[in-house]
């Protein structure tokens, strides 16, 4: 069965009168029907070797592992289950070569289980139905947490006595206690075991729990034996208030506001894309979208159409988000361990929720659904995990006026449109809002919006002036410390600039000094190119030296001599400010350079390590790295580190309006020359609505 | 009369059948047609005293100084001619009393004009009509150009024996010749006159002449005689071919392509702002807008309702773009002096464009004009010179998915409206699209897209491999250089955040390290703050160390004691690279710093001086800033540079797809809770023509 299998008919509740409007003013109905003709598949066939894992696979990887380990499935789990997509050489021949009769590539399953207090790294054939390898892991860090585990740990509490007893000697009900689950890191110890510690909040009537935590109580679970393993009540500090800090609409109470008037888009001509499976194409772009239990949105195979070429030409291989480091800056007893590195432990992937029509995405959207399979391995659907929609925002391409002709004004404009795929990912209390927005000039921009609420520390202050300690953090509201911590996001970019091999230049911008009396000027800048041929050339520190950083193919030339390149240019430039010797940061070490490029390596995905829960820092890209490999016209990947600081501010309290940062991929001379010079805007359907408003008094309502 | 005087009716060609769709969609004419309600001022009253100089303001100024200078008028040009505004006491005082009955504040105008090769700064009152000083500069630099100098000036060389000859030696046809003027800079000359150097161009059939320079001759104006005072012509480098340079749609041939599809976005209720003469009211925001001749768009008083406090709090005195410094990084003959203070130089508001309705701004947009005295001191108007409009990105303003709380999975979304007026500013070939975004949640973002055709230089080279010398530029395209090149804005931002004395504070994150056994982490990082109690200890260039930089409101603050502020949160952190002792270095030393604090002064408007055409560096920000005046709990200024180093690409040739950077005002403690926890999503009247899609095999057309 296909990925996205539910059985919508096309559903048009339009009234016979707004399709008068659109009948007469379009003069057919094709252009507005069309944009809907949503099908089902049902072959087994698949598209694309990179689609993910599909209902049906995932209820057959967990049928071929329940048949081999007949005697133990009730002991065993599952923590990761994603294609093993075949290896690049296969992938790309099969996309330069398929033809709807060529066979397809065999699709592969990666499992990770826990069987008896090991974890399990199992490979399967889909196809034959075997097993082909399945190794136990026995190096240092556990596998994704599964959602089953973590909630059967955090309801853990509610019927032990002691918890208990400490809720009622706070004299509050433990019916309206909350629990979730924390990841421990990794502080040092030689030995370690699978576990988490358990944070309780005080919901009473709030869905706000995170903002009323119950400081001084650490539980630690062994997840292997599901039970509580550490339990002790050290201090009481006042529960915060709920007021005020509920965001349900629901629940909220006038006045509201400000109030926003509404809009809607619409698309006379239907969307400009066209979705098979998880193949996209849009204007000048096609890739494809999987989705992965860890990784989320992975973007692959995105080429682009030239114009001049008559072709499409390959920009990236795969794209994702590697990892993330969430590192809190508060070192006491219950703060220190917050050092979280979300996908590895949470599964980014898994996080993901499903996207709120018209409010997560625009009326325009289409949506995607996404599969994981649980803890036992059973498939589960997230639906509209991903969305898909032409952004409208009302910029431009590119636009001039010339006035410097005589007897003419020239004025020449060119809106810009783009497609966006947006995921969003919440691990817990943050949610994460991922975008990958393709533009028509060739640039992939890509966002991330940080919103949700913030992890608080309840504290006895009220007031700041109350403060003379370090409290690690803004008294955001009475009694509540939101503490800093950092985001920092790692993206995983095979670039794969017309070819597969690329190297990475750094252009730095250096100043000249103007030594003879040739010109009037003492100085200019100009640039020097340096072609990274090994790894230790390419780890960039950002913001220390103005460069233009490119990924190009020396391979391939410009008419005019140009190497075709594609460059980054990086949004945020923050580094990590613990030191390096720190445990988190050892853990967290890929954060170190804000770019780092290694050889193309199938297995070097997890920036962070395959096994982040409780790592050492042993299989981290800051480790491949120290091989520090040849990568001078290779099949190279760039990494780019995304980071904020996030010192809070009461804003961000009880719920955090987004904060956004990004960074573009933006063609580098891999262009002839603009490779929109002769896009047309859109045309102009209904331009009579809103047409000819001008400001004089101007009255809104 | 007031400022945007069209006599326009409502116009509504919507048809009965658009008609149809809206009236039984919406239940309601009423809420169709409000929108609309656009009527004219012909009152004589002035709603606002920062209102720019009307049409007829404009033309009295001209007027008095006519019958003042009655002989001379001749000779006598204007370079600027604009409100000079009450000072801020008096526009606050006003602000906080006036009713329908107060009497209007002054209105004086500040004028620059030029006569006898002098220039005279006069100062007159246009409720007396009297002249209330005339005084004349003495100091080094001139005013801006104007259009018309500017334009004679570029039209000598056609009639110049010695250029025709130059042309008729390079084979070409003068009557294809279009030539364009460029300020000289200073470049350590003792004397000085007010001269102008002249580059043409090869037009030959195409719009784009700026990528047909003809190179090596040498052509310097006289403004003031309005002569040829040097001619010389050295080389004879190929003039860059046409081929596929051209922009205009009319003109390209077939292949055209991306296709975009078209959208049209609907407010049934209307926008959601009201605009009185300058006055926009927007959700919970309230500013003013004006139009300078030199600066563009001016913000002013922008306050934003505290639903909470349930009043308008301000946030900005006044905010604009104070200037840009555009040094080119050729330092040969024919290009060492370009290094243009675009703003001082050309008029960032006299180079403003009328902006196209449905291109420049989506459907929804309102435009308003803007006025300026041109050389003779006549008004001059440019239509449409701003839009203003409800931005629908299809972003989000916040949301949380929570699945912790057992049985229930809790969304919420609201869905981000944001209101932005935007302007373009086209300084011959490059074009400056500024918008100012105000968002609900408090923030305002400020943005500038660089767009519009790269200055080239003719070279003769044709292959990157011919190359074995700096070119200063990257070879674009056959005999055609896109020369290095520097943007920078300096935004003057004067915040009054909830009151005129602010502090600069600056929170510094610094990483600490465990130097106890409390705590398995050995480090974190923590916030220190300091308040800049003089204008040195605000100097920041950003990327050195990490930091908040908050103006801050210290005799005001929360319920929990933090003092309330606005944060900046830079987009670019660019700094220049040429010499501290470089002529145009010295000139444009407003861009040392990325950050600037000054005590407000209202003198102090222009970061590069009042004269820049030919300024030697003494009236820039770098030099006020030198009194290193105190700026603690004082009214304040924040100047803020946003740069870009531009080394070209191909893509930008032979028109620039827009490059975009920013920052972000965001309030910082300012609200004692996230501003918008009570907002809800706009309501969804359209909701069932685009919902239910879902991509399965998803067709689109």
Redesign the interface.
């Known amino acids: 069965m296909?990925p996205?299998?539910?059985k919508?008919l096309?559903?048009?509740?339009?009234?016979i009168?707004?399709f008068?409007?659109?009948?007469?003013?379009f003069h057919s109905t094709q252009?507005i029907f069309?944009?809907?003709?949503?099908?089902?598949?049902t072959t087994h066939h698949h598209h694309h070797p990179l689609d993910p894992l599909t209902p049906s696979e995932l209820n057959i990887t967990r049928s071929i592992i329940l048949t081999s380990y007949a005697g133990s499935i009730p002991n065993l789990t599952f923590h990761y289950v994603g294609l093993d997509e075949p290896d690049k050489p296969d992938i790309l021949s099969w996309l330069s070569n398929h033809t709807s009769t060529t066979k397809p590539l065999p699709r592969r399953v990666f499992v990770i289980a826990r069987l008896n207090k090991q974890t399990h790294e199992i490979i399967l054939d889909l196809s034959t139905k075997l097993i082909i390898s399945d190794q136990i892991y026995s190096g240092h860090g556990y596998p994704i947490l599964t959602l089953e585990e973590q909630t059967a740990a955090?309801?853990l509490p509610l019927t032990h006595p002691p918890f208990m007893e400490s809720i009622k000697a706070r004299g509050l009900n433990i019916s309206e206690v909350?629990c979730?689950t924390y990841t421990v890191g990794w502080?040092?110890e030689r030995k370690s075991s699978r576990v988490l510690k358990i944070q309780c909040f005080y919901?009473n009537g709030t869905?706000n729990?995170y903002v009323r935590p119950l400081e001084g109580i650490t539980v630690v679970v062994d997840l292997d034996e599901m039970k509580i393993k550490e339990y002790y009540d050290r201090l009481k500090v006042p529960v915060p208030t709920t007021e005020?800090t509920e965001?349900?609409?629901s629940k909220?109470k006038p006045?509201?506001?400000?109030?926003?008037?509404?809009?809607?888009?619409?698309?006379?001509?239907?969307?400009?894309?066209?979705?098979?499976?998880h193949s996209i194409r849009?204007?000048?772009w096609a890739f494809h979208l999987g989705f992965d239990v860890r990784a989320g949105p992975i973007i692959s195979l995105a080429s682009i159409?030239d114009?001049e070429k008559q072709k499409y030409r390959r920009v990236l291989y795969r794209a994702y988000v590697s990892e993330l480091f969430v590192p809190y800056?508060?070192?006491?007893?219950d703060w220190?361990?917050k050092t979280f590195i979300d996908a590895g432990e949470f599964g980014f992937g898994q996080s993901a929720?499903?996207l709120?029509?018209?409010?997560?995405?625009?009326?325009?959207?289409?949506?995607?659904?996404g599969y994981y399979a649980r803890q036992d391995g059973k498939s589960v659907q997230i639906s509209n995990v991903f969305c898909?929609?032409?952004?409208?925002?009302?910029?431009?391409?590119?636009?001039?006026?010339?006035?410097?002709?005589?007897g003419e004004v020239?004025?020449?404009?060119?809106?810009?449109?783009s497609l966006?795929v947006r995921s969003?990912s919440?691990v817990?209390?943050y949610?994460y809002?991922m975008d990958w927005e393709f533009?028509?000039?060739?640039?992939i921009k890509v966002s991330v919006?940080l919103?949700?609420?913030l992890e608080v520390k309840g504290m006895s202050y009220?007031?700041?002036?109350q403060i003379k300690e370090?409290v690690?953090g803004?008294?955001?509201?009475?009694n509540t410390i939101g503490v800093?911590h950092d985001h920092f996001l790692s993206y995983h970019l095979d670039l794969d600039v017309d070819g597969e091999a690329n190297s990475f230049v750094k252009?730095s911008?250096?100043?000249r000094?103007?030594t003879d009396n040739?010109?009037?000027?003492?100085?200019?800048?100009?640039?020097t190119s340096e072609t990274a041929k090994t790894e230790s050339e390419a780890r960039i520190r950002l913001?220390?030296k103005?460069a233009?950083l490119v990924v190009s193919n020396q391979n391939k030339?410009?008419?005019?001599?140009?190497p075709i390149g594609y460059?980054l240019i990086p949004?945020s430039?923050?580094?990590p400010?613990?030191?390096d010797?720190?445990?988190?940061?050892i853990r967290g070490a890929f954060t170190k350079y804000n770019v780092w490029v290694t050889p193309y390596n199938k297995s070097e995905k997890w920036a962070g390590g395959l096994y982040a829960d409780q790592s050492r820092g042993e299989d981290t890209l800051a480790m491949w790295s120290l091989r520090n490999r040849e990568i001078e016209n290779k099949d190279i990947v760039m990494w780019y580190t995304m980071g904020f600081?996030h010192?809070p501010?009461?804003?961000?309290?009880?719920?955090?309006?987004?904060l956004s940062s990004g960074f573009e991929l933006?063609?580098?001379?891999?262009?002839?020359?603009?490779?929109?010079?002769?896009?047309?805007?859109?045309?102009?359907?209904?331009?009579?609505?809103?047409?000819?408003?001008?400001?004089?008094?101007?009255?809104?309502?």
């Open positions: 296909a996205t299998l539910k919508l096309p559903v048009f509740p339009l009234s009168l707004s008068c409007f659109f009948f007469f003013l252009s069309s944009f809907s003709r949503i099908s089902s598949h955090s309801e909350v979730s502080f040092g919901t869905a729990f005020d965001y349900r609409l909220q006045p509201f506001g400000p109030r926003l008037n509404s809009a809607t888009i619409l698309q006379p001509e239907g969307p400009g894309f066209v979705i098979e499976g849009w204007a000048n159409y114009l800056m508060d070192p006491t007893e220190y361990f929720v499903s709120k029509p018209m409010e997560d995405c625009p009326a325009q959207a289409v949506f995607m659904d898909i929609f032409e952004q409208y925002a009302g910029n431009v391409m590119w636009r001039h006026t010339e006035s410097d002709i005589p020239i004025t020449e404009v060119r809106q810009e449109v966006v969003v919440t817990g209390n949610d809002m533009k028509p000039s060739g640039s919006g919103t949700g609420i009220t007031h700041a002036d370090d690690h803004t008294l955001v509201a009475e800093y252009t911008l250096e100043t000094r103007v040739v010109s009037p000027r003492r100085s200019y800048w100009t640039t913001g220390l103005p233009d030339k410009t008419k005019v001599g140009n460059r949004g430039m923050t580094s400010l613990l030191s010797d720190d445990y988190p940061q600081h010192a501010y009461q804003e961000d309290f009880p719920i955090m309006p987004t933006r063609p580098a001379n891999f262009f002839e020359r603009n490779p929109v010079l002769k896009t047309k805007s859109p045309e102009i359907l209904v331009n009579s609505i809103n047409h000819n408003r001008r400001a004089g008094a101007f009255h809104g309502v």
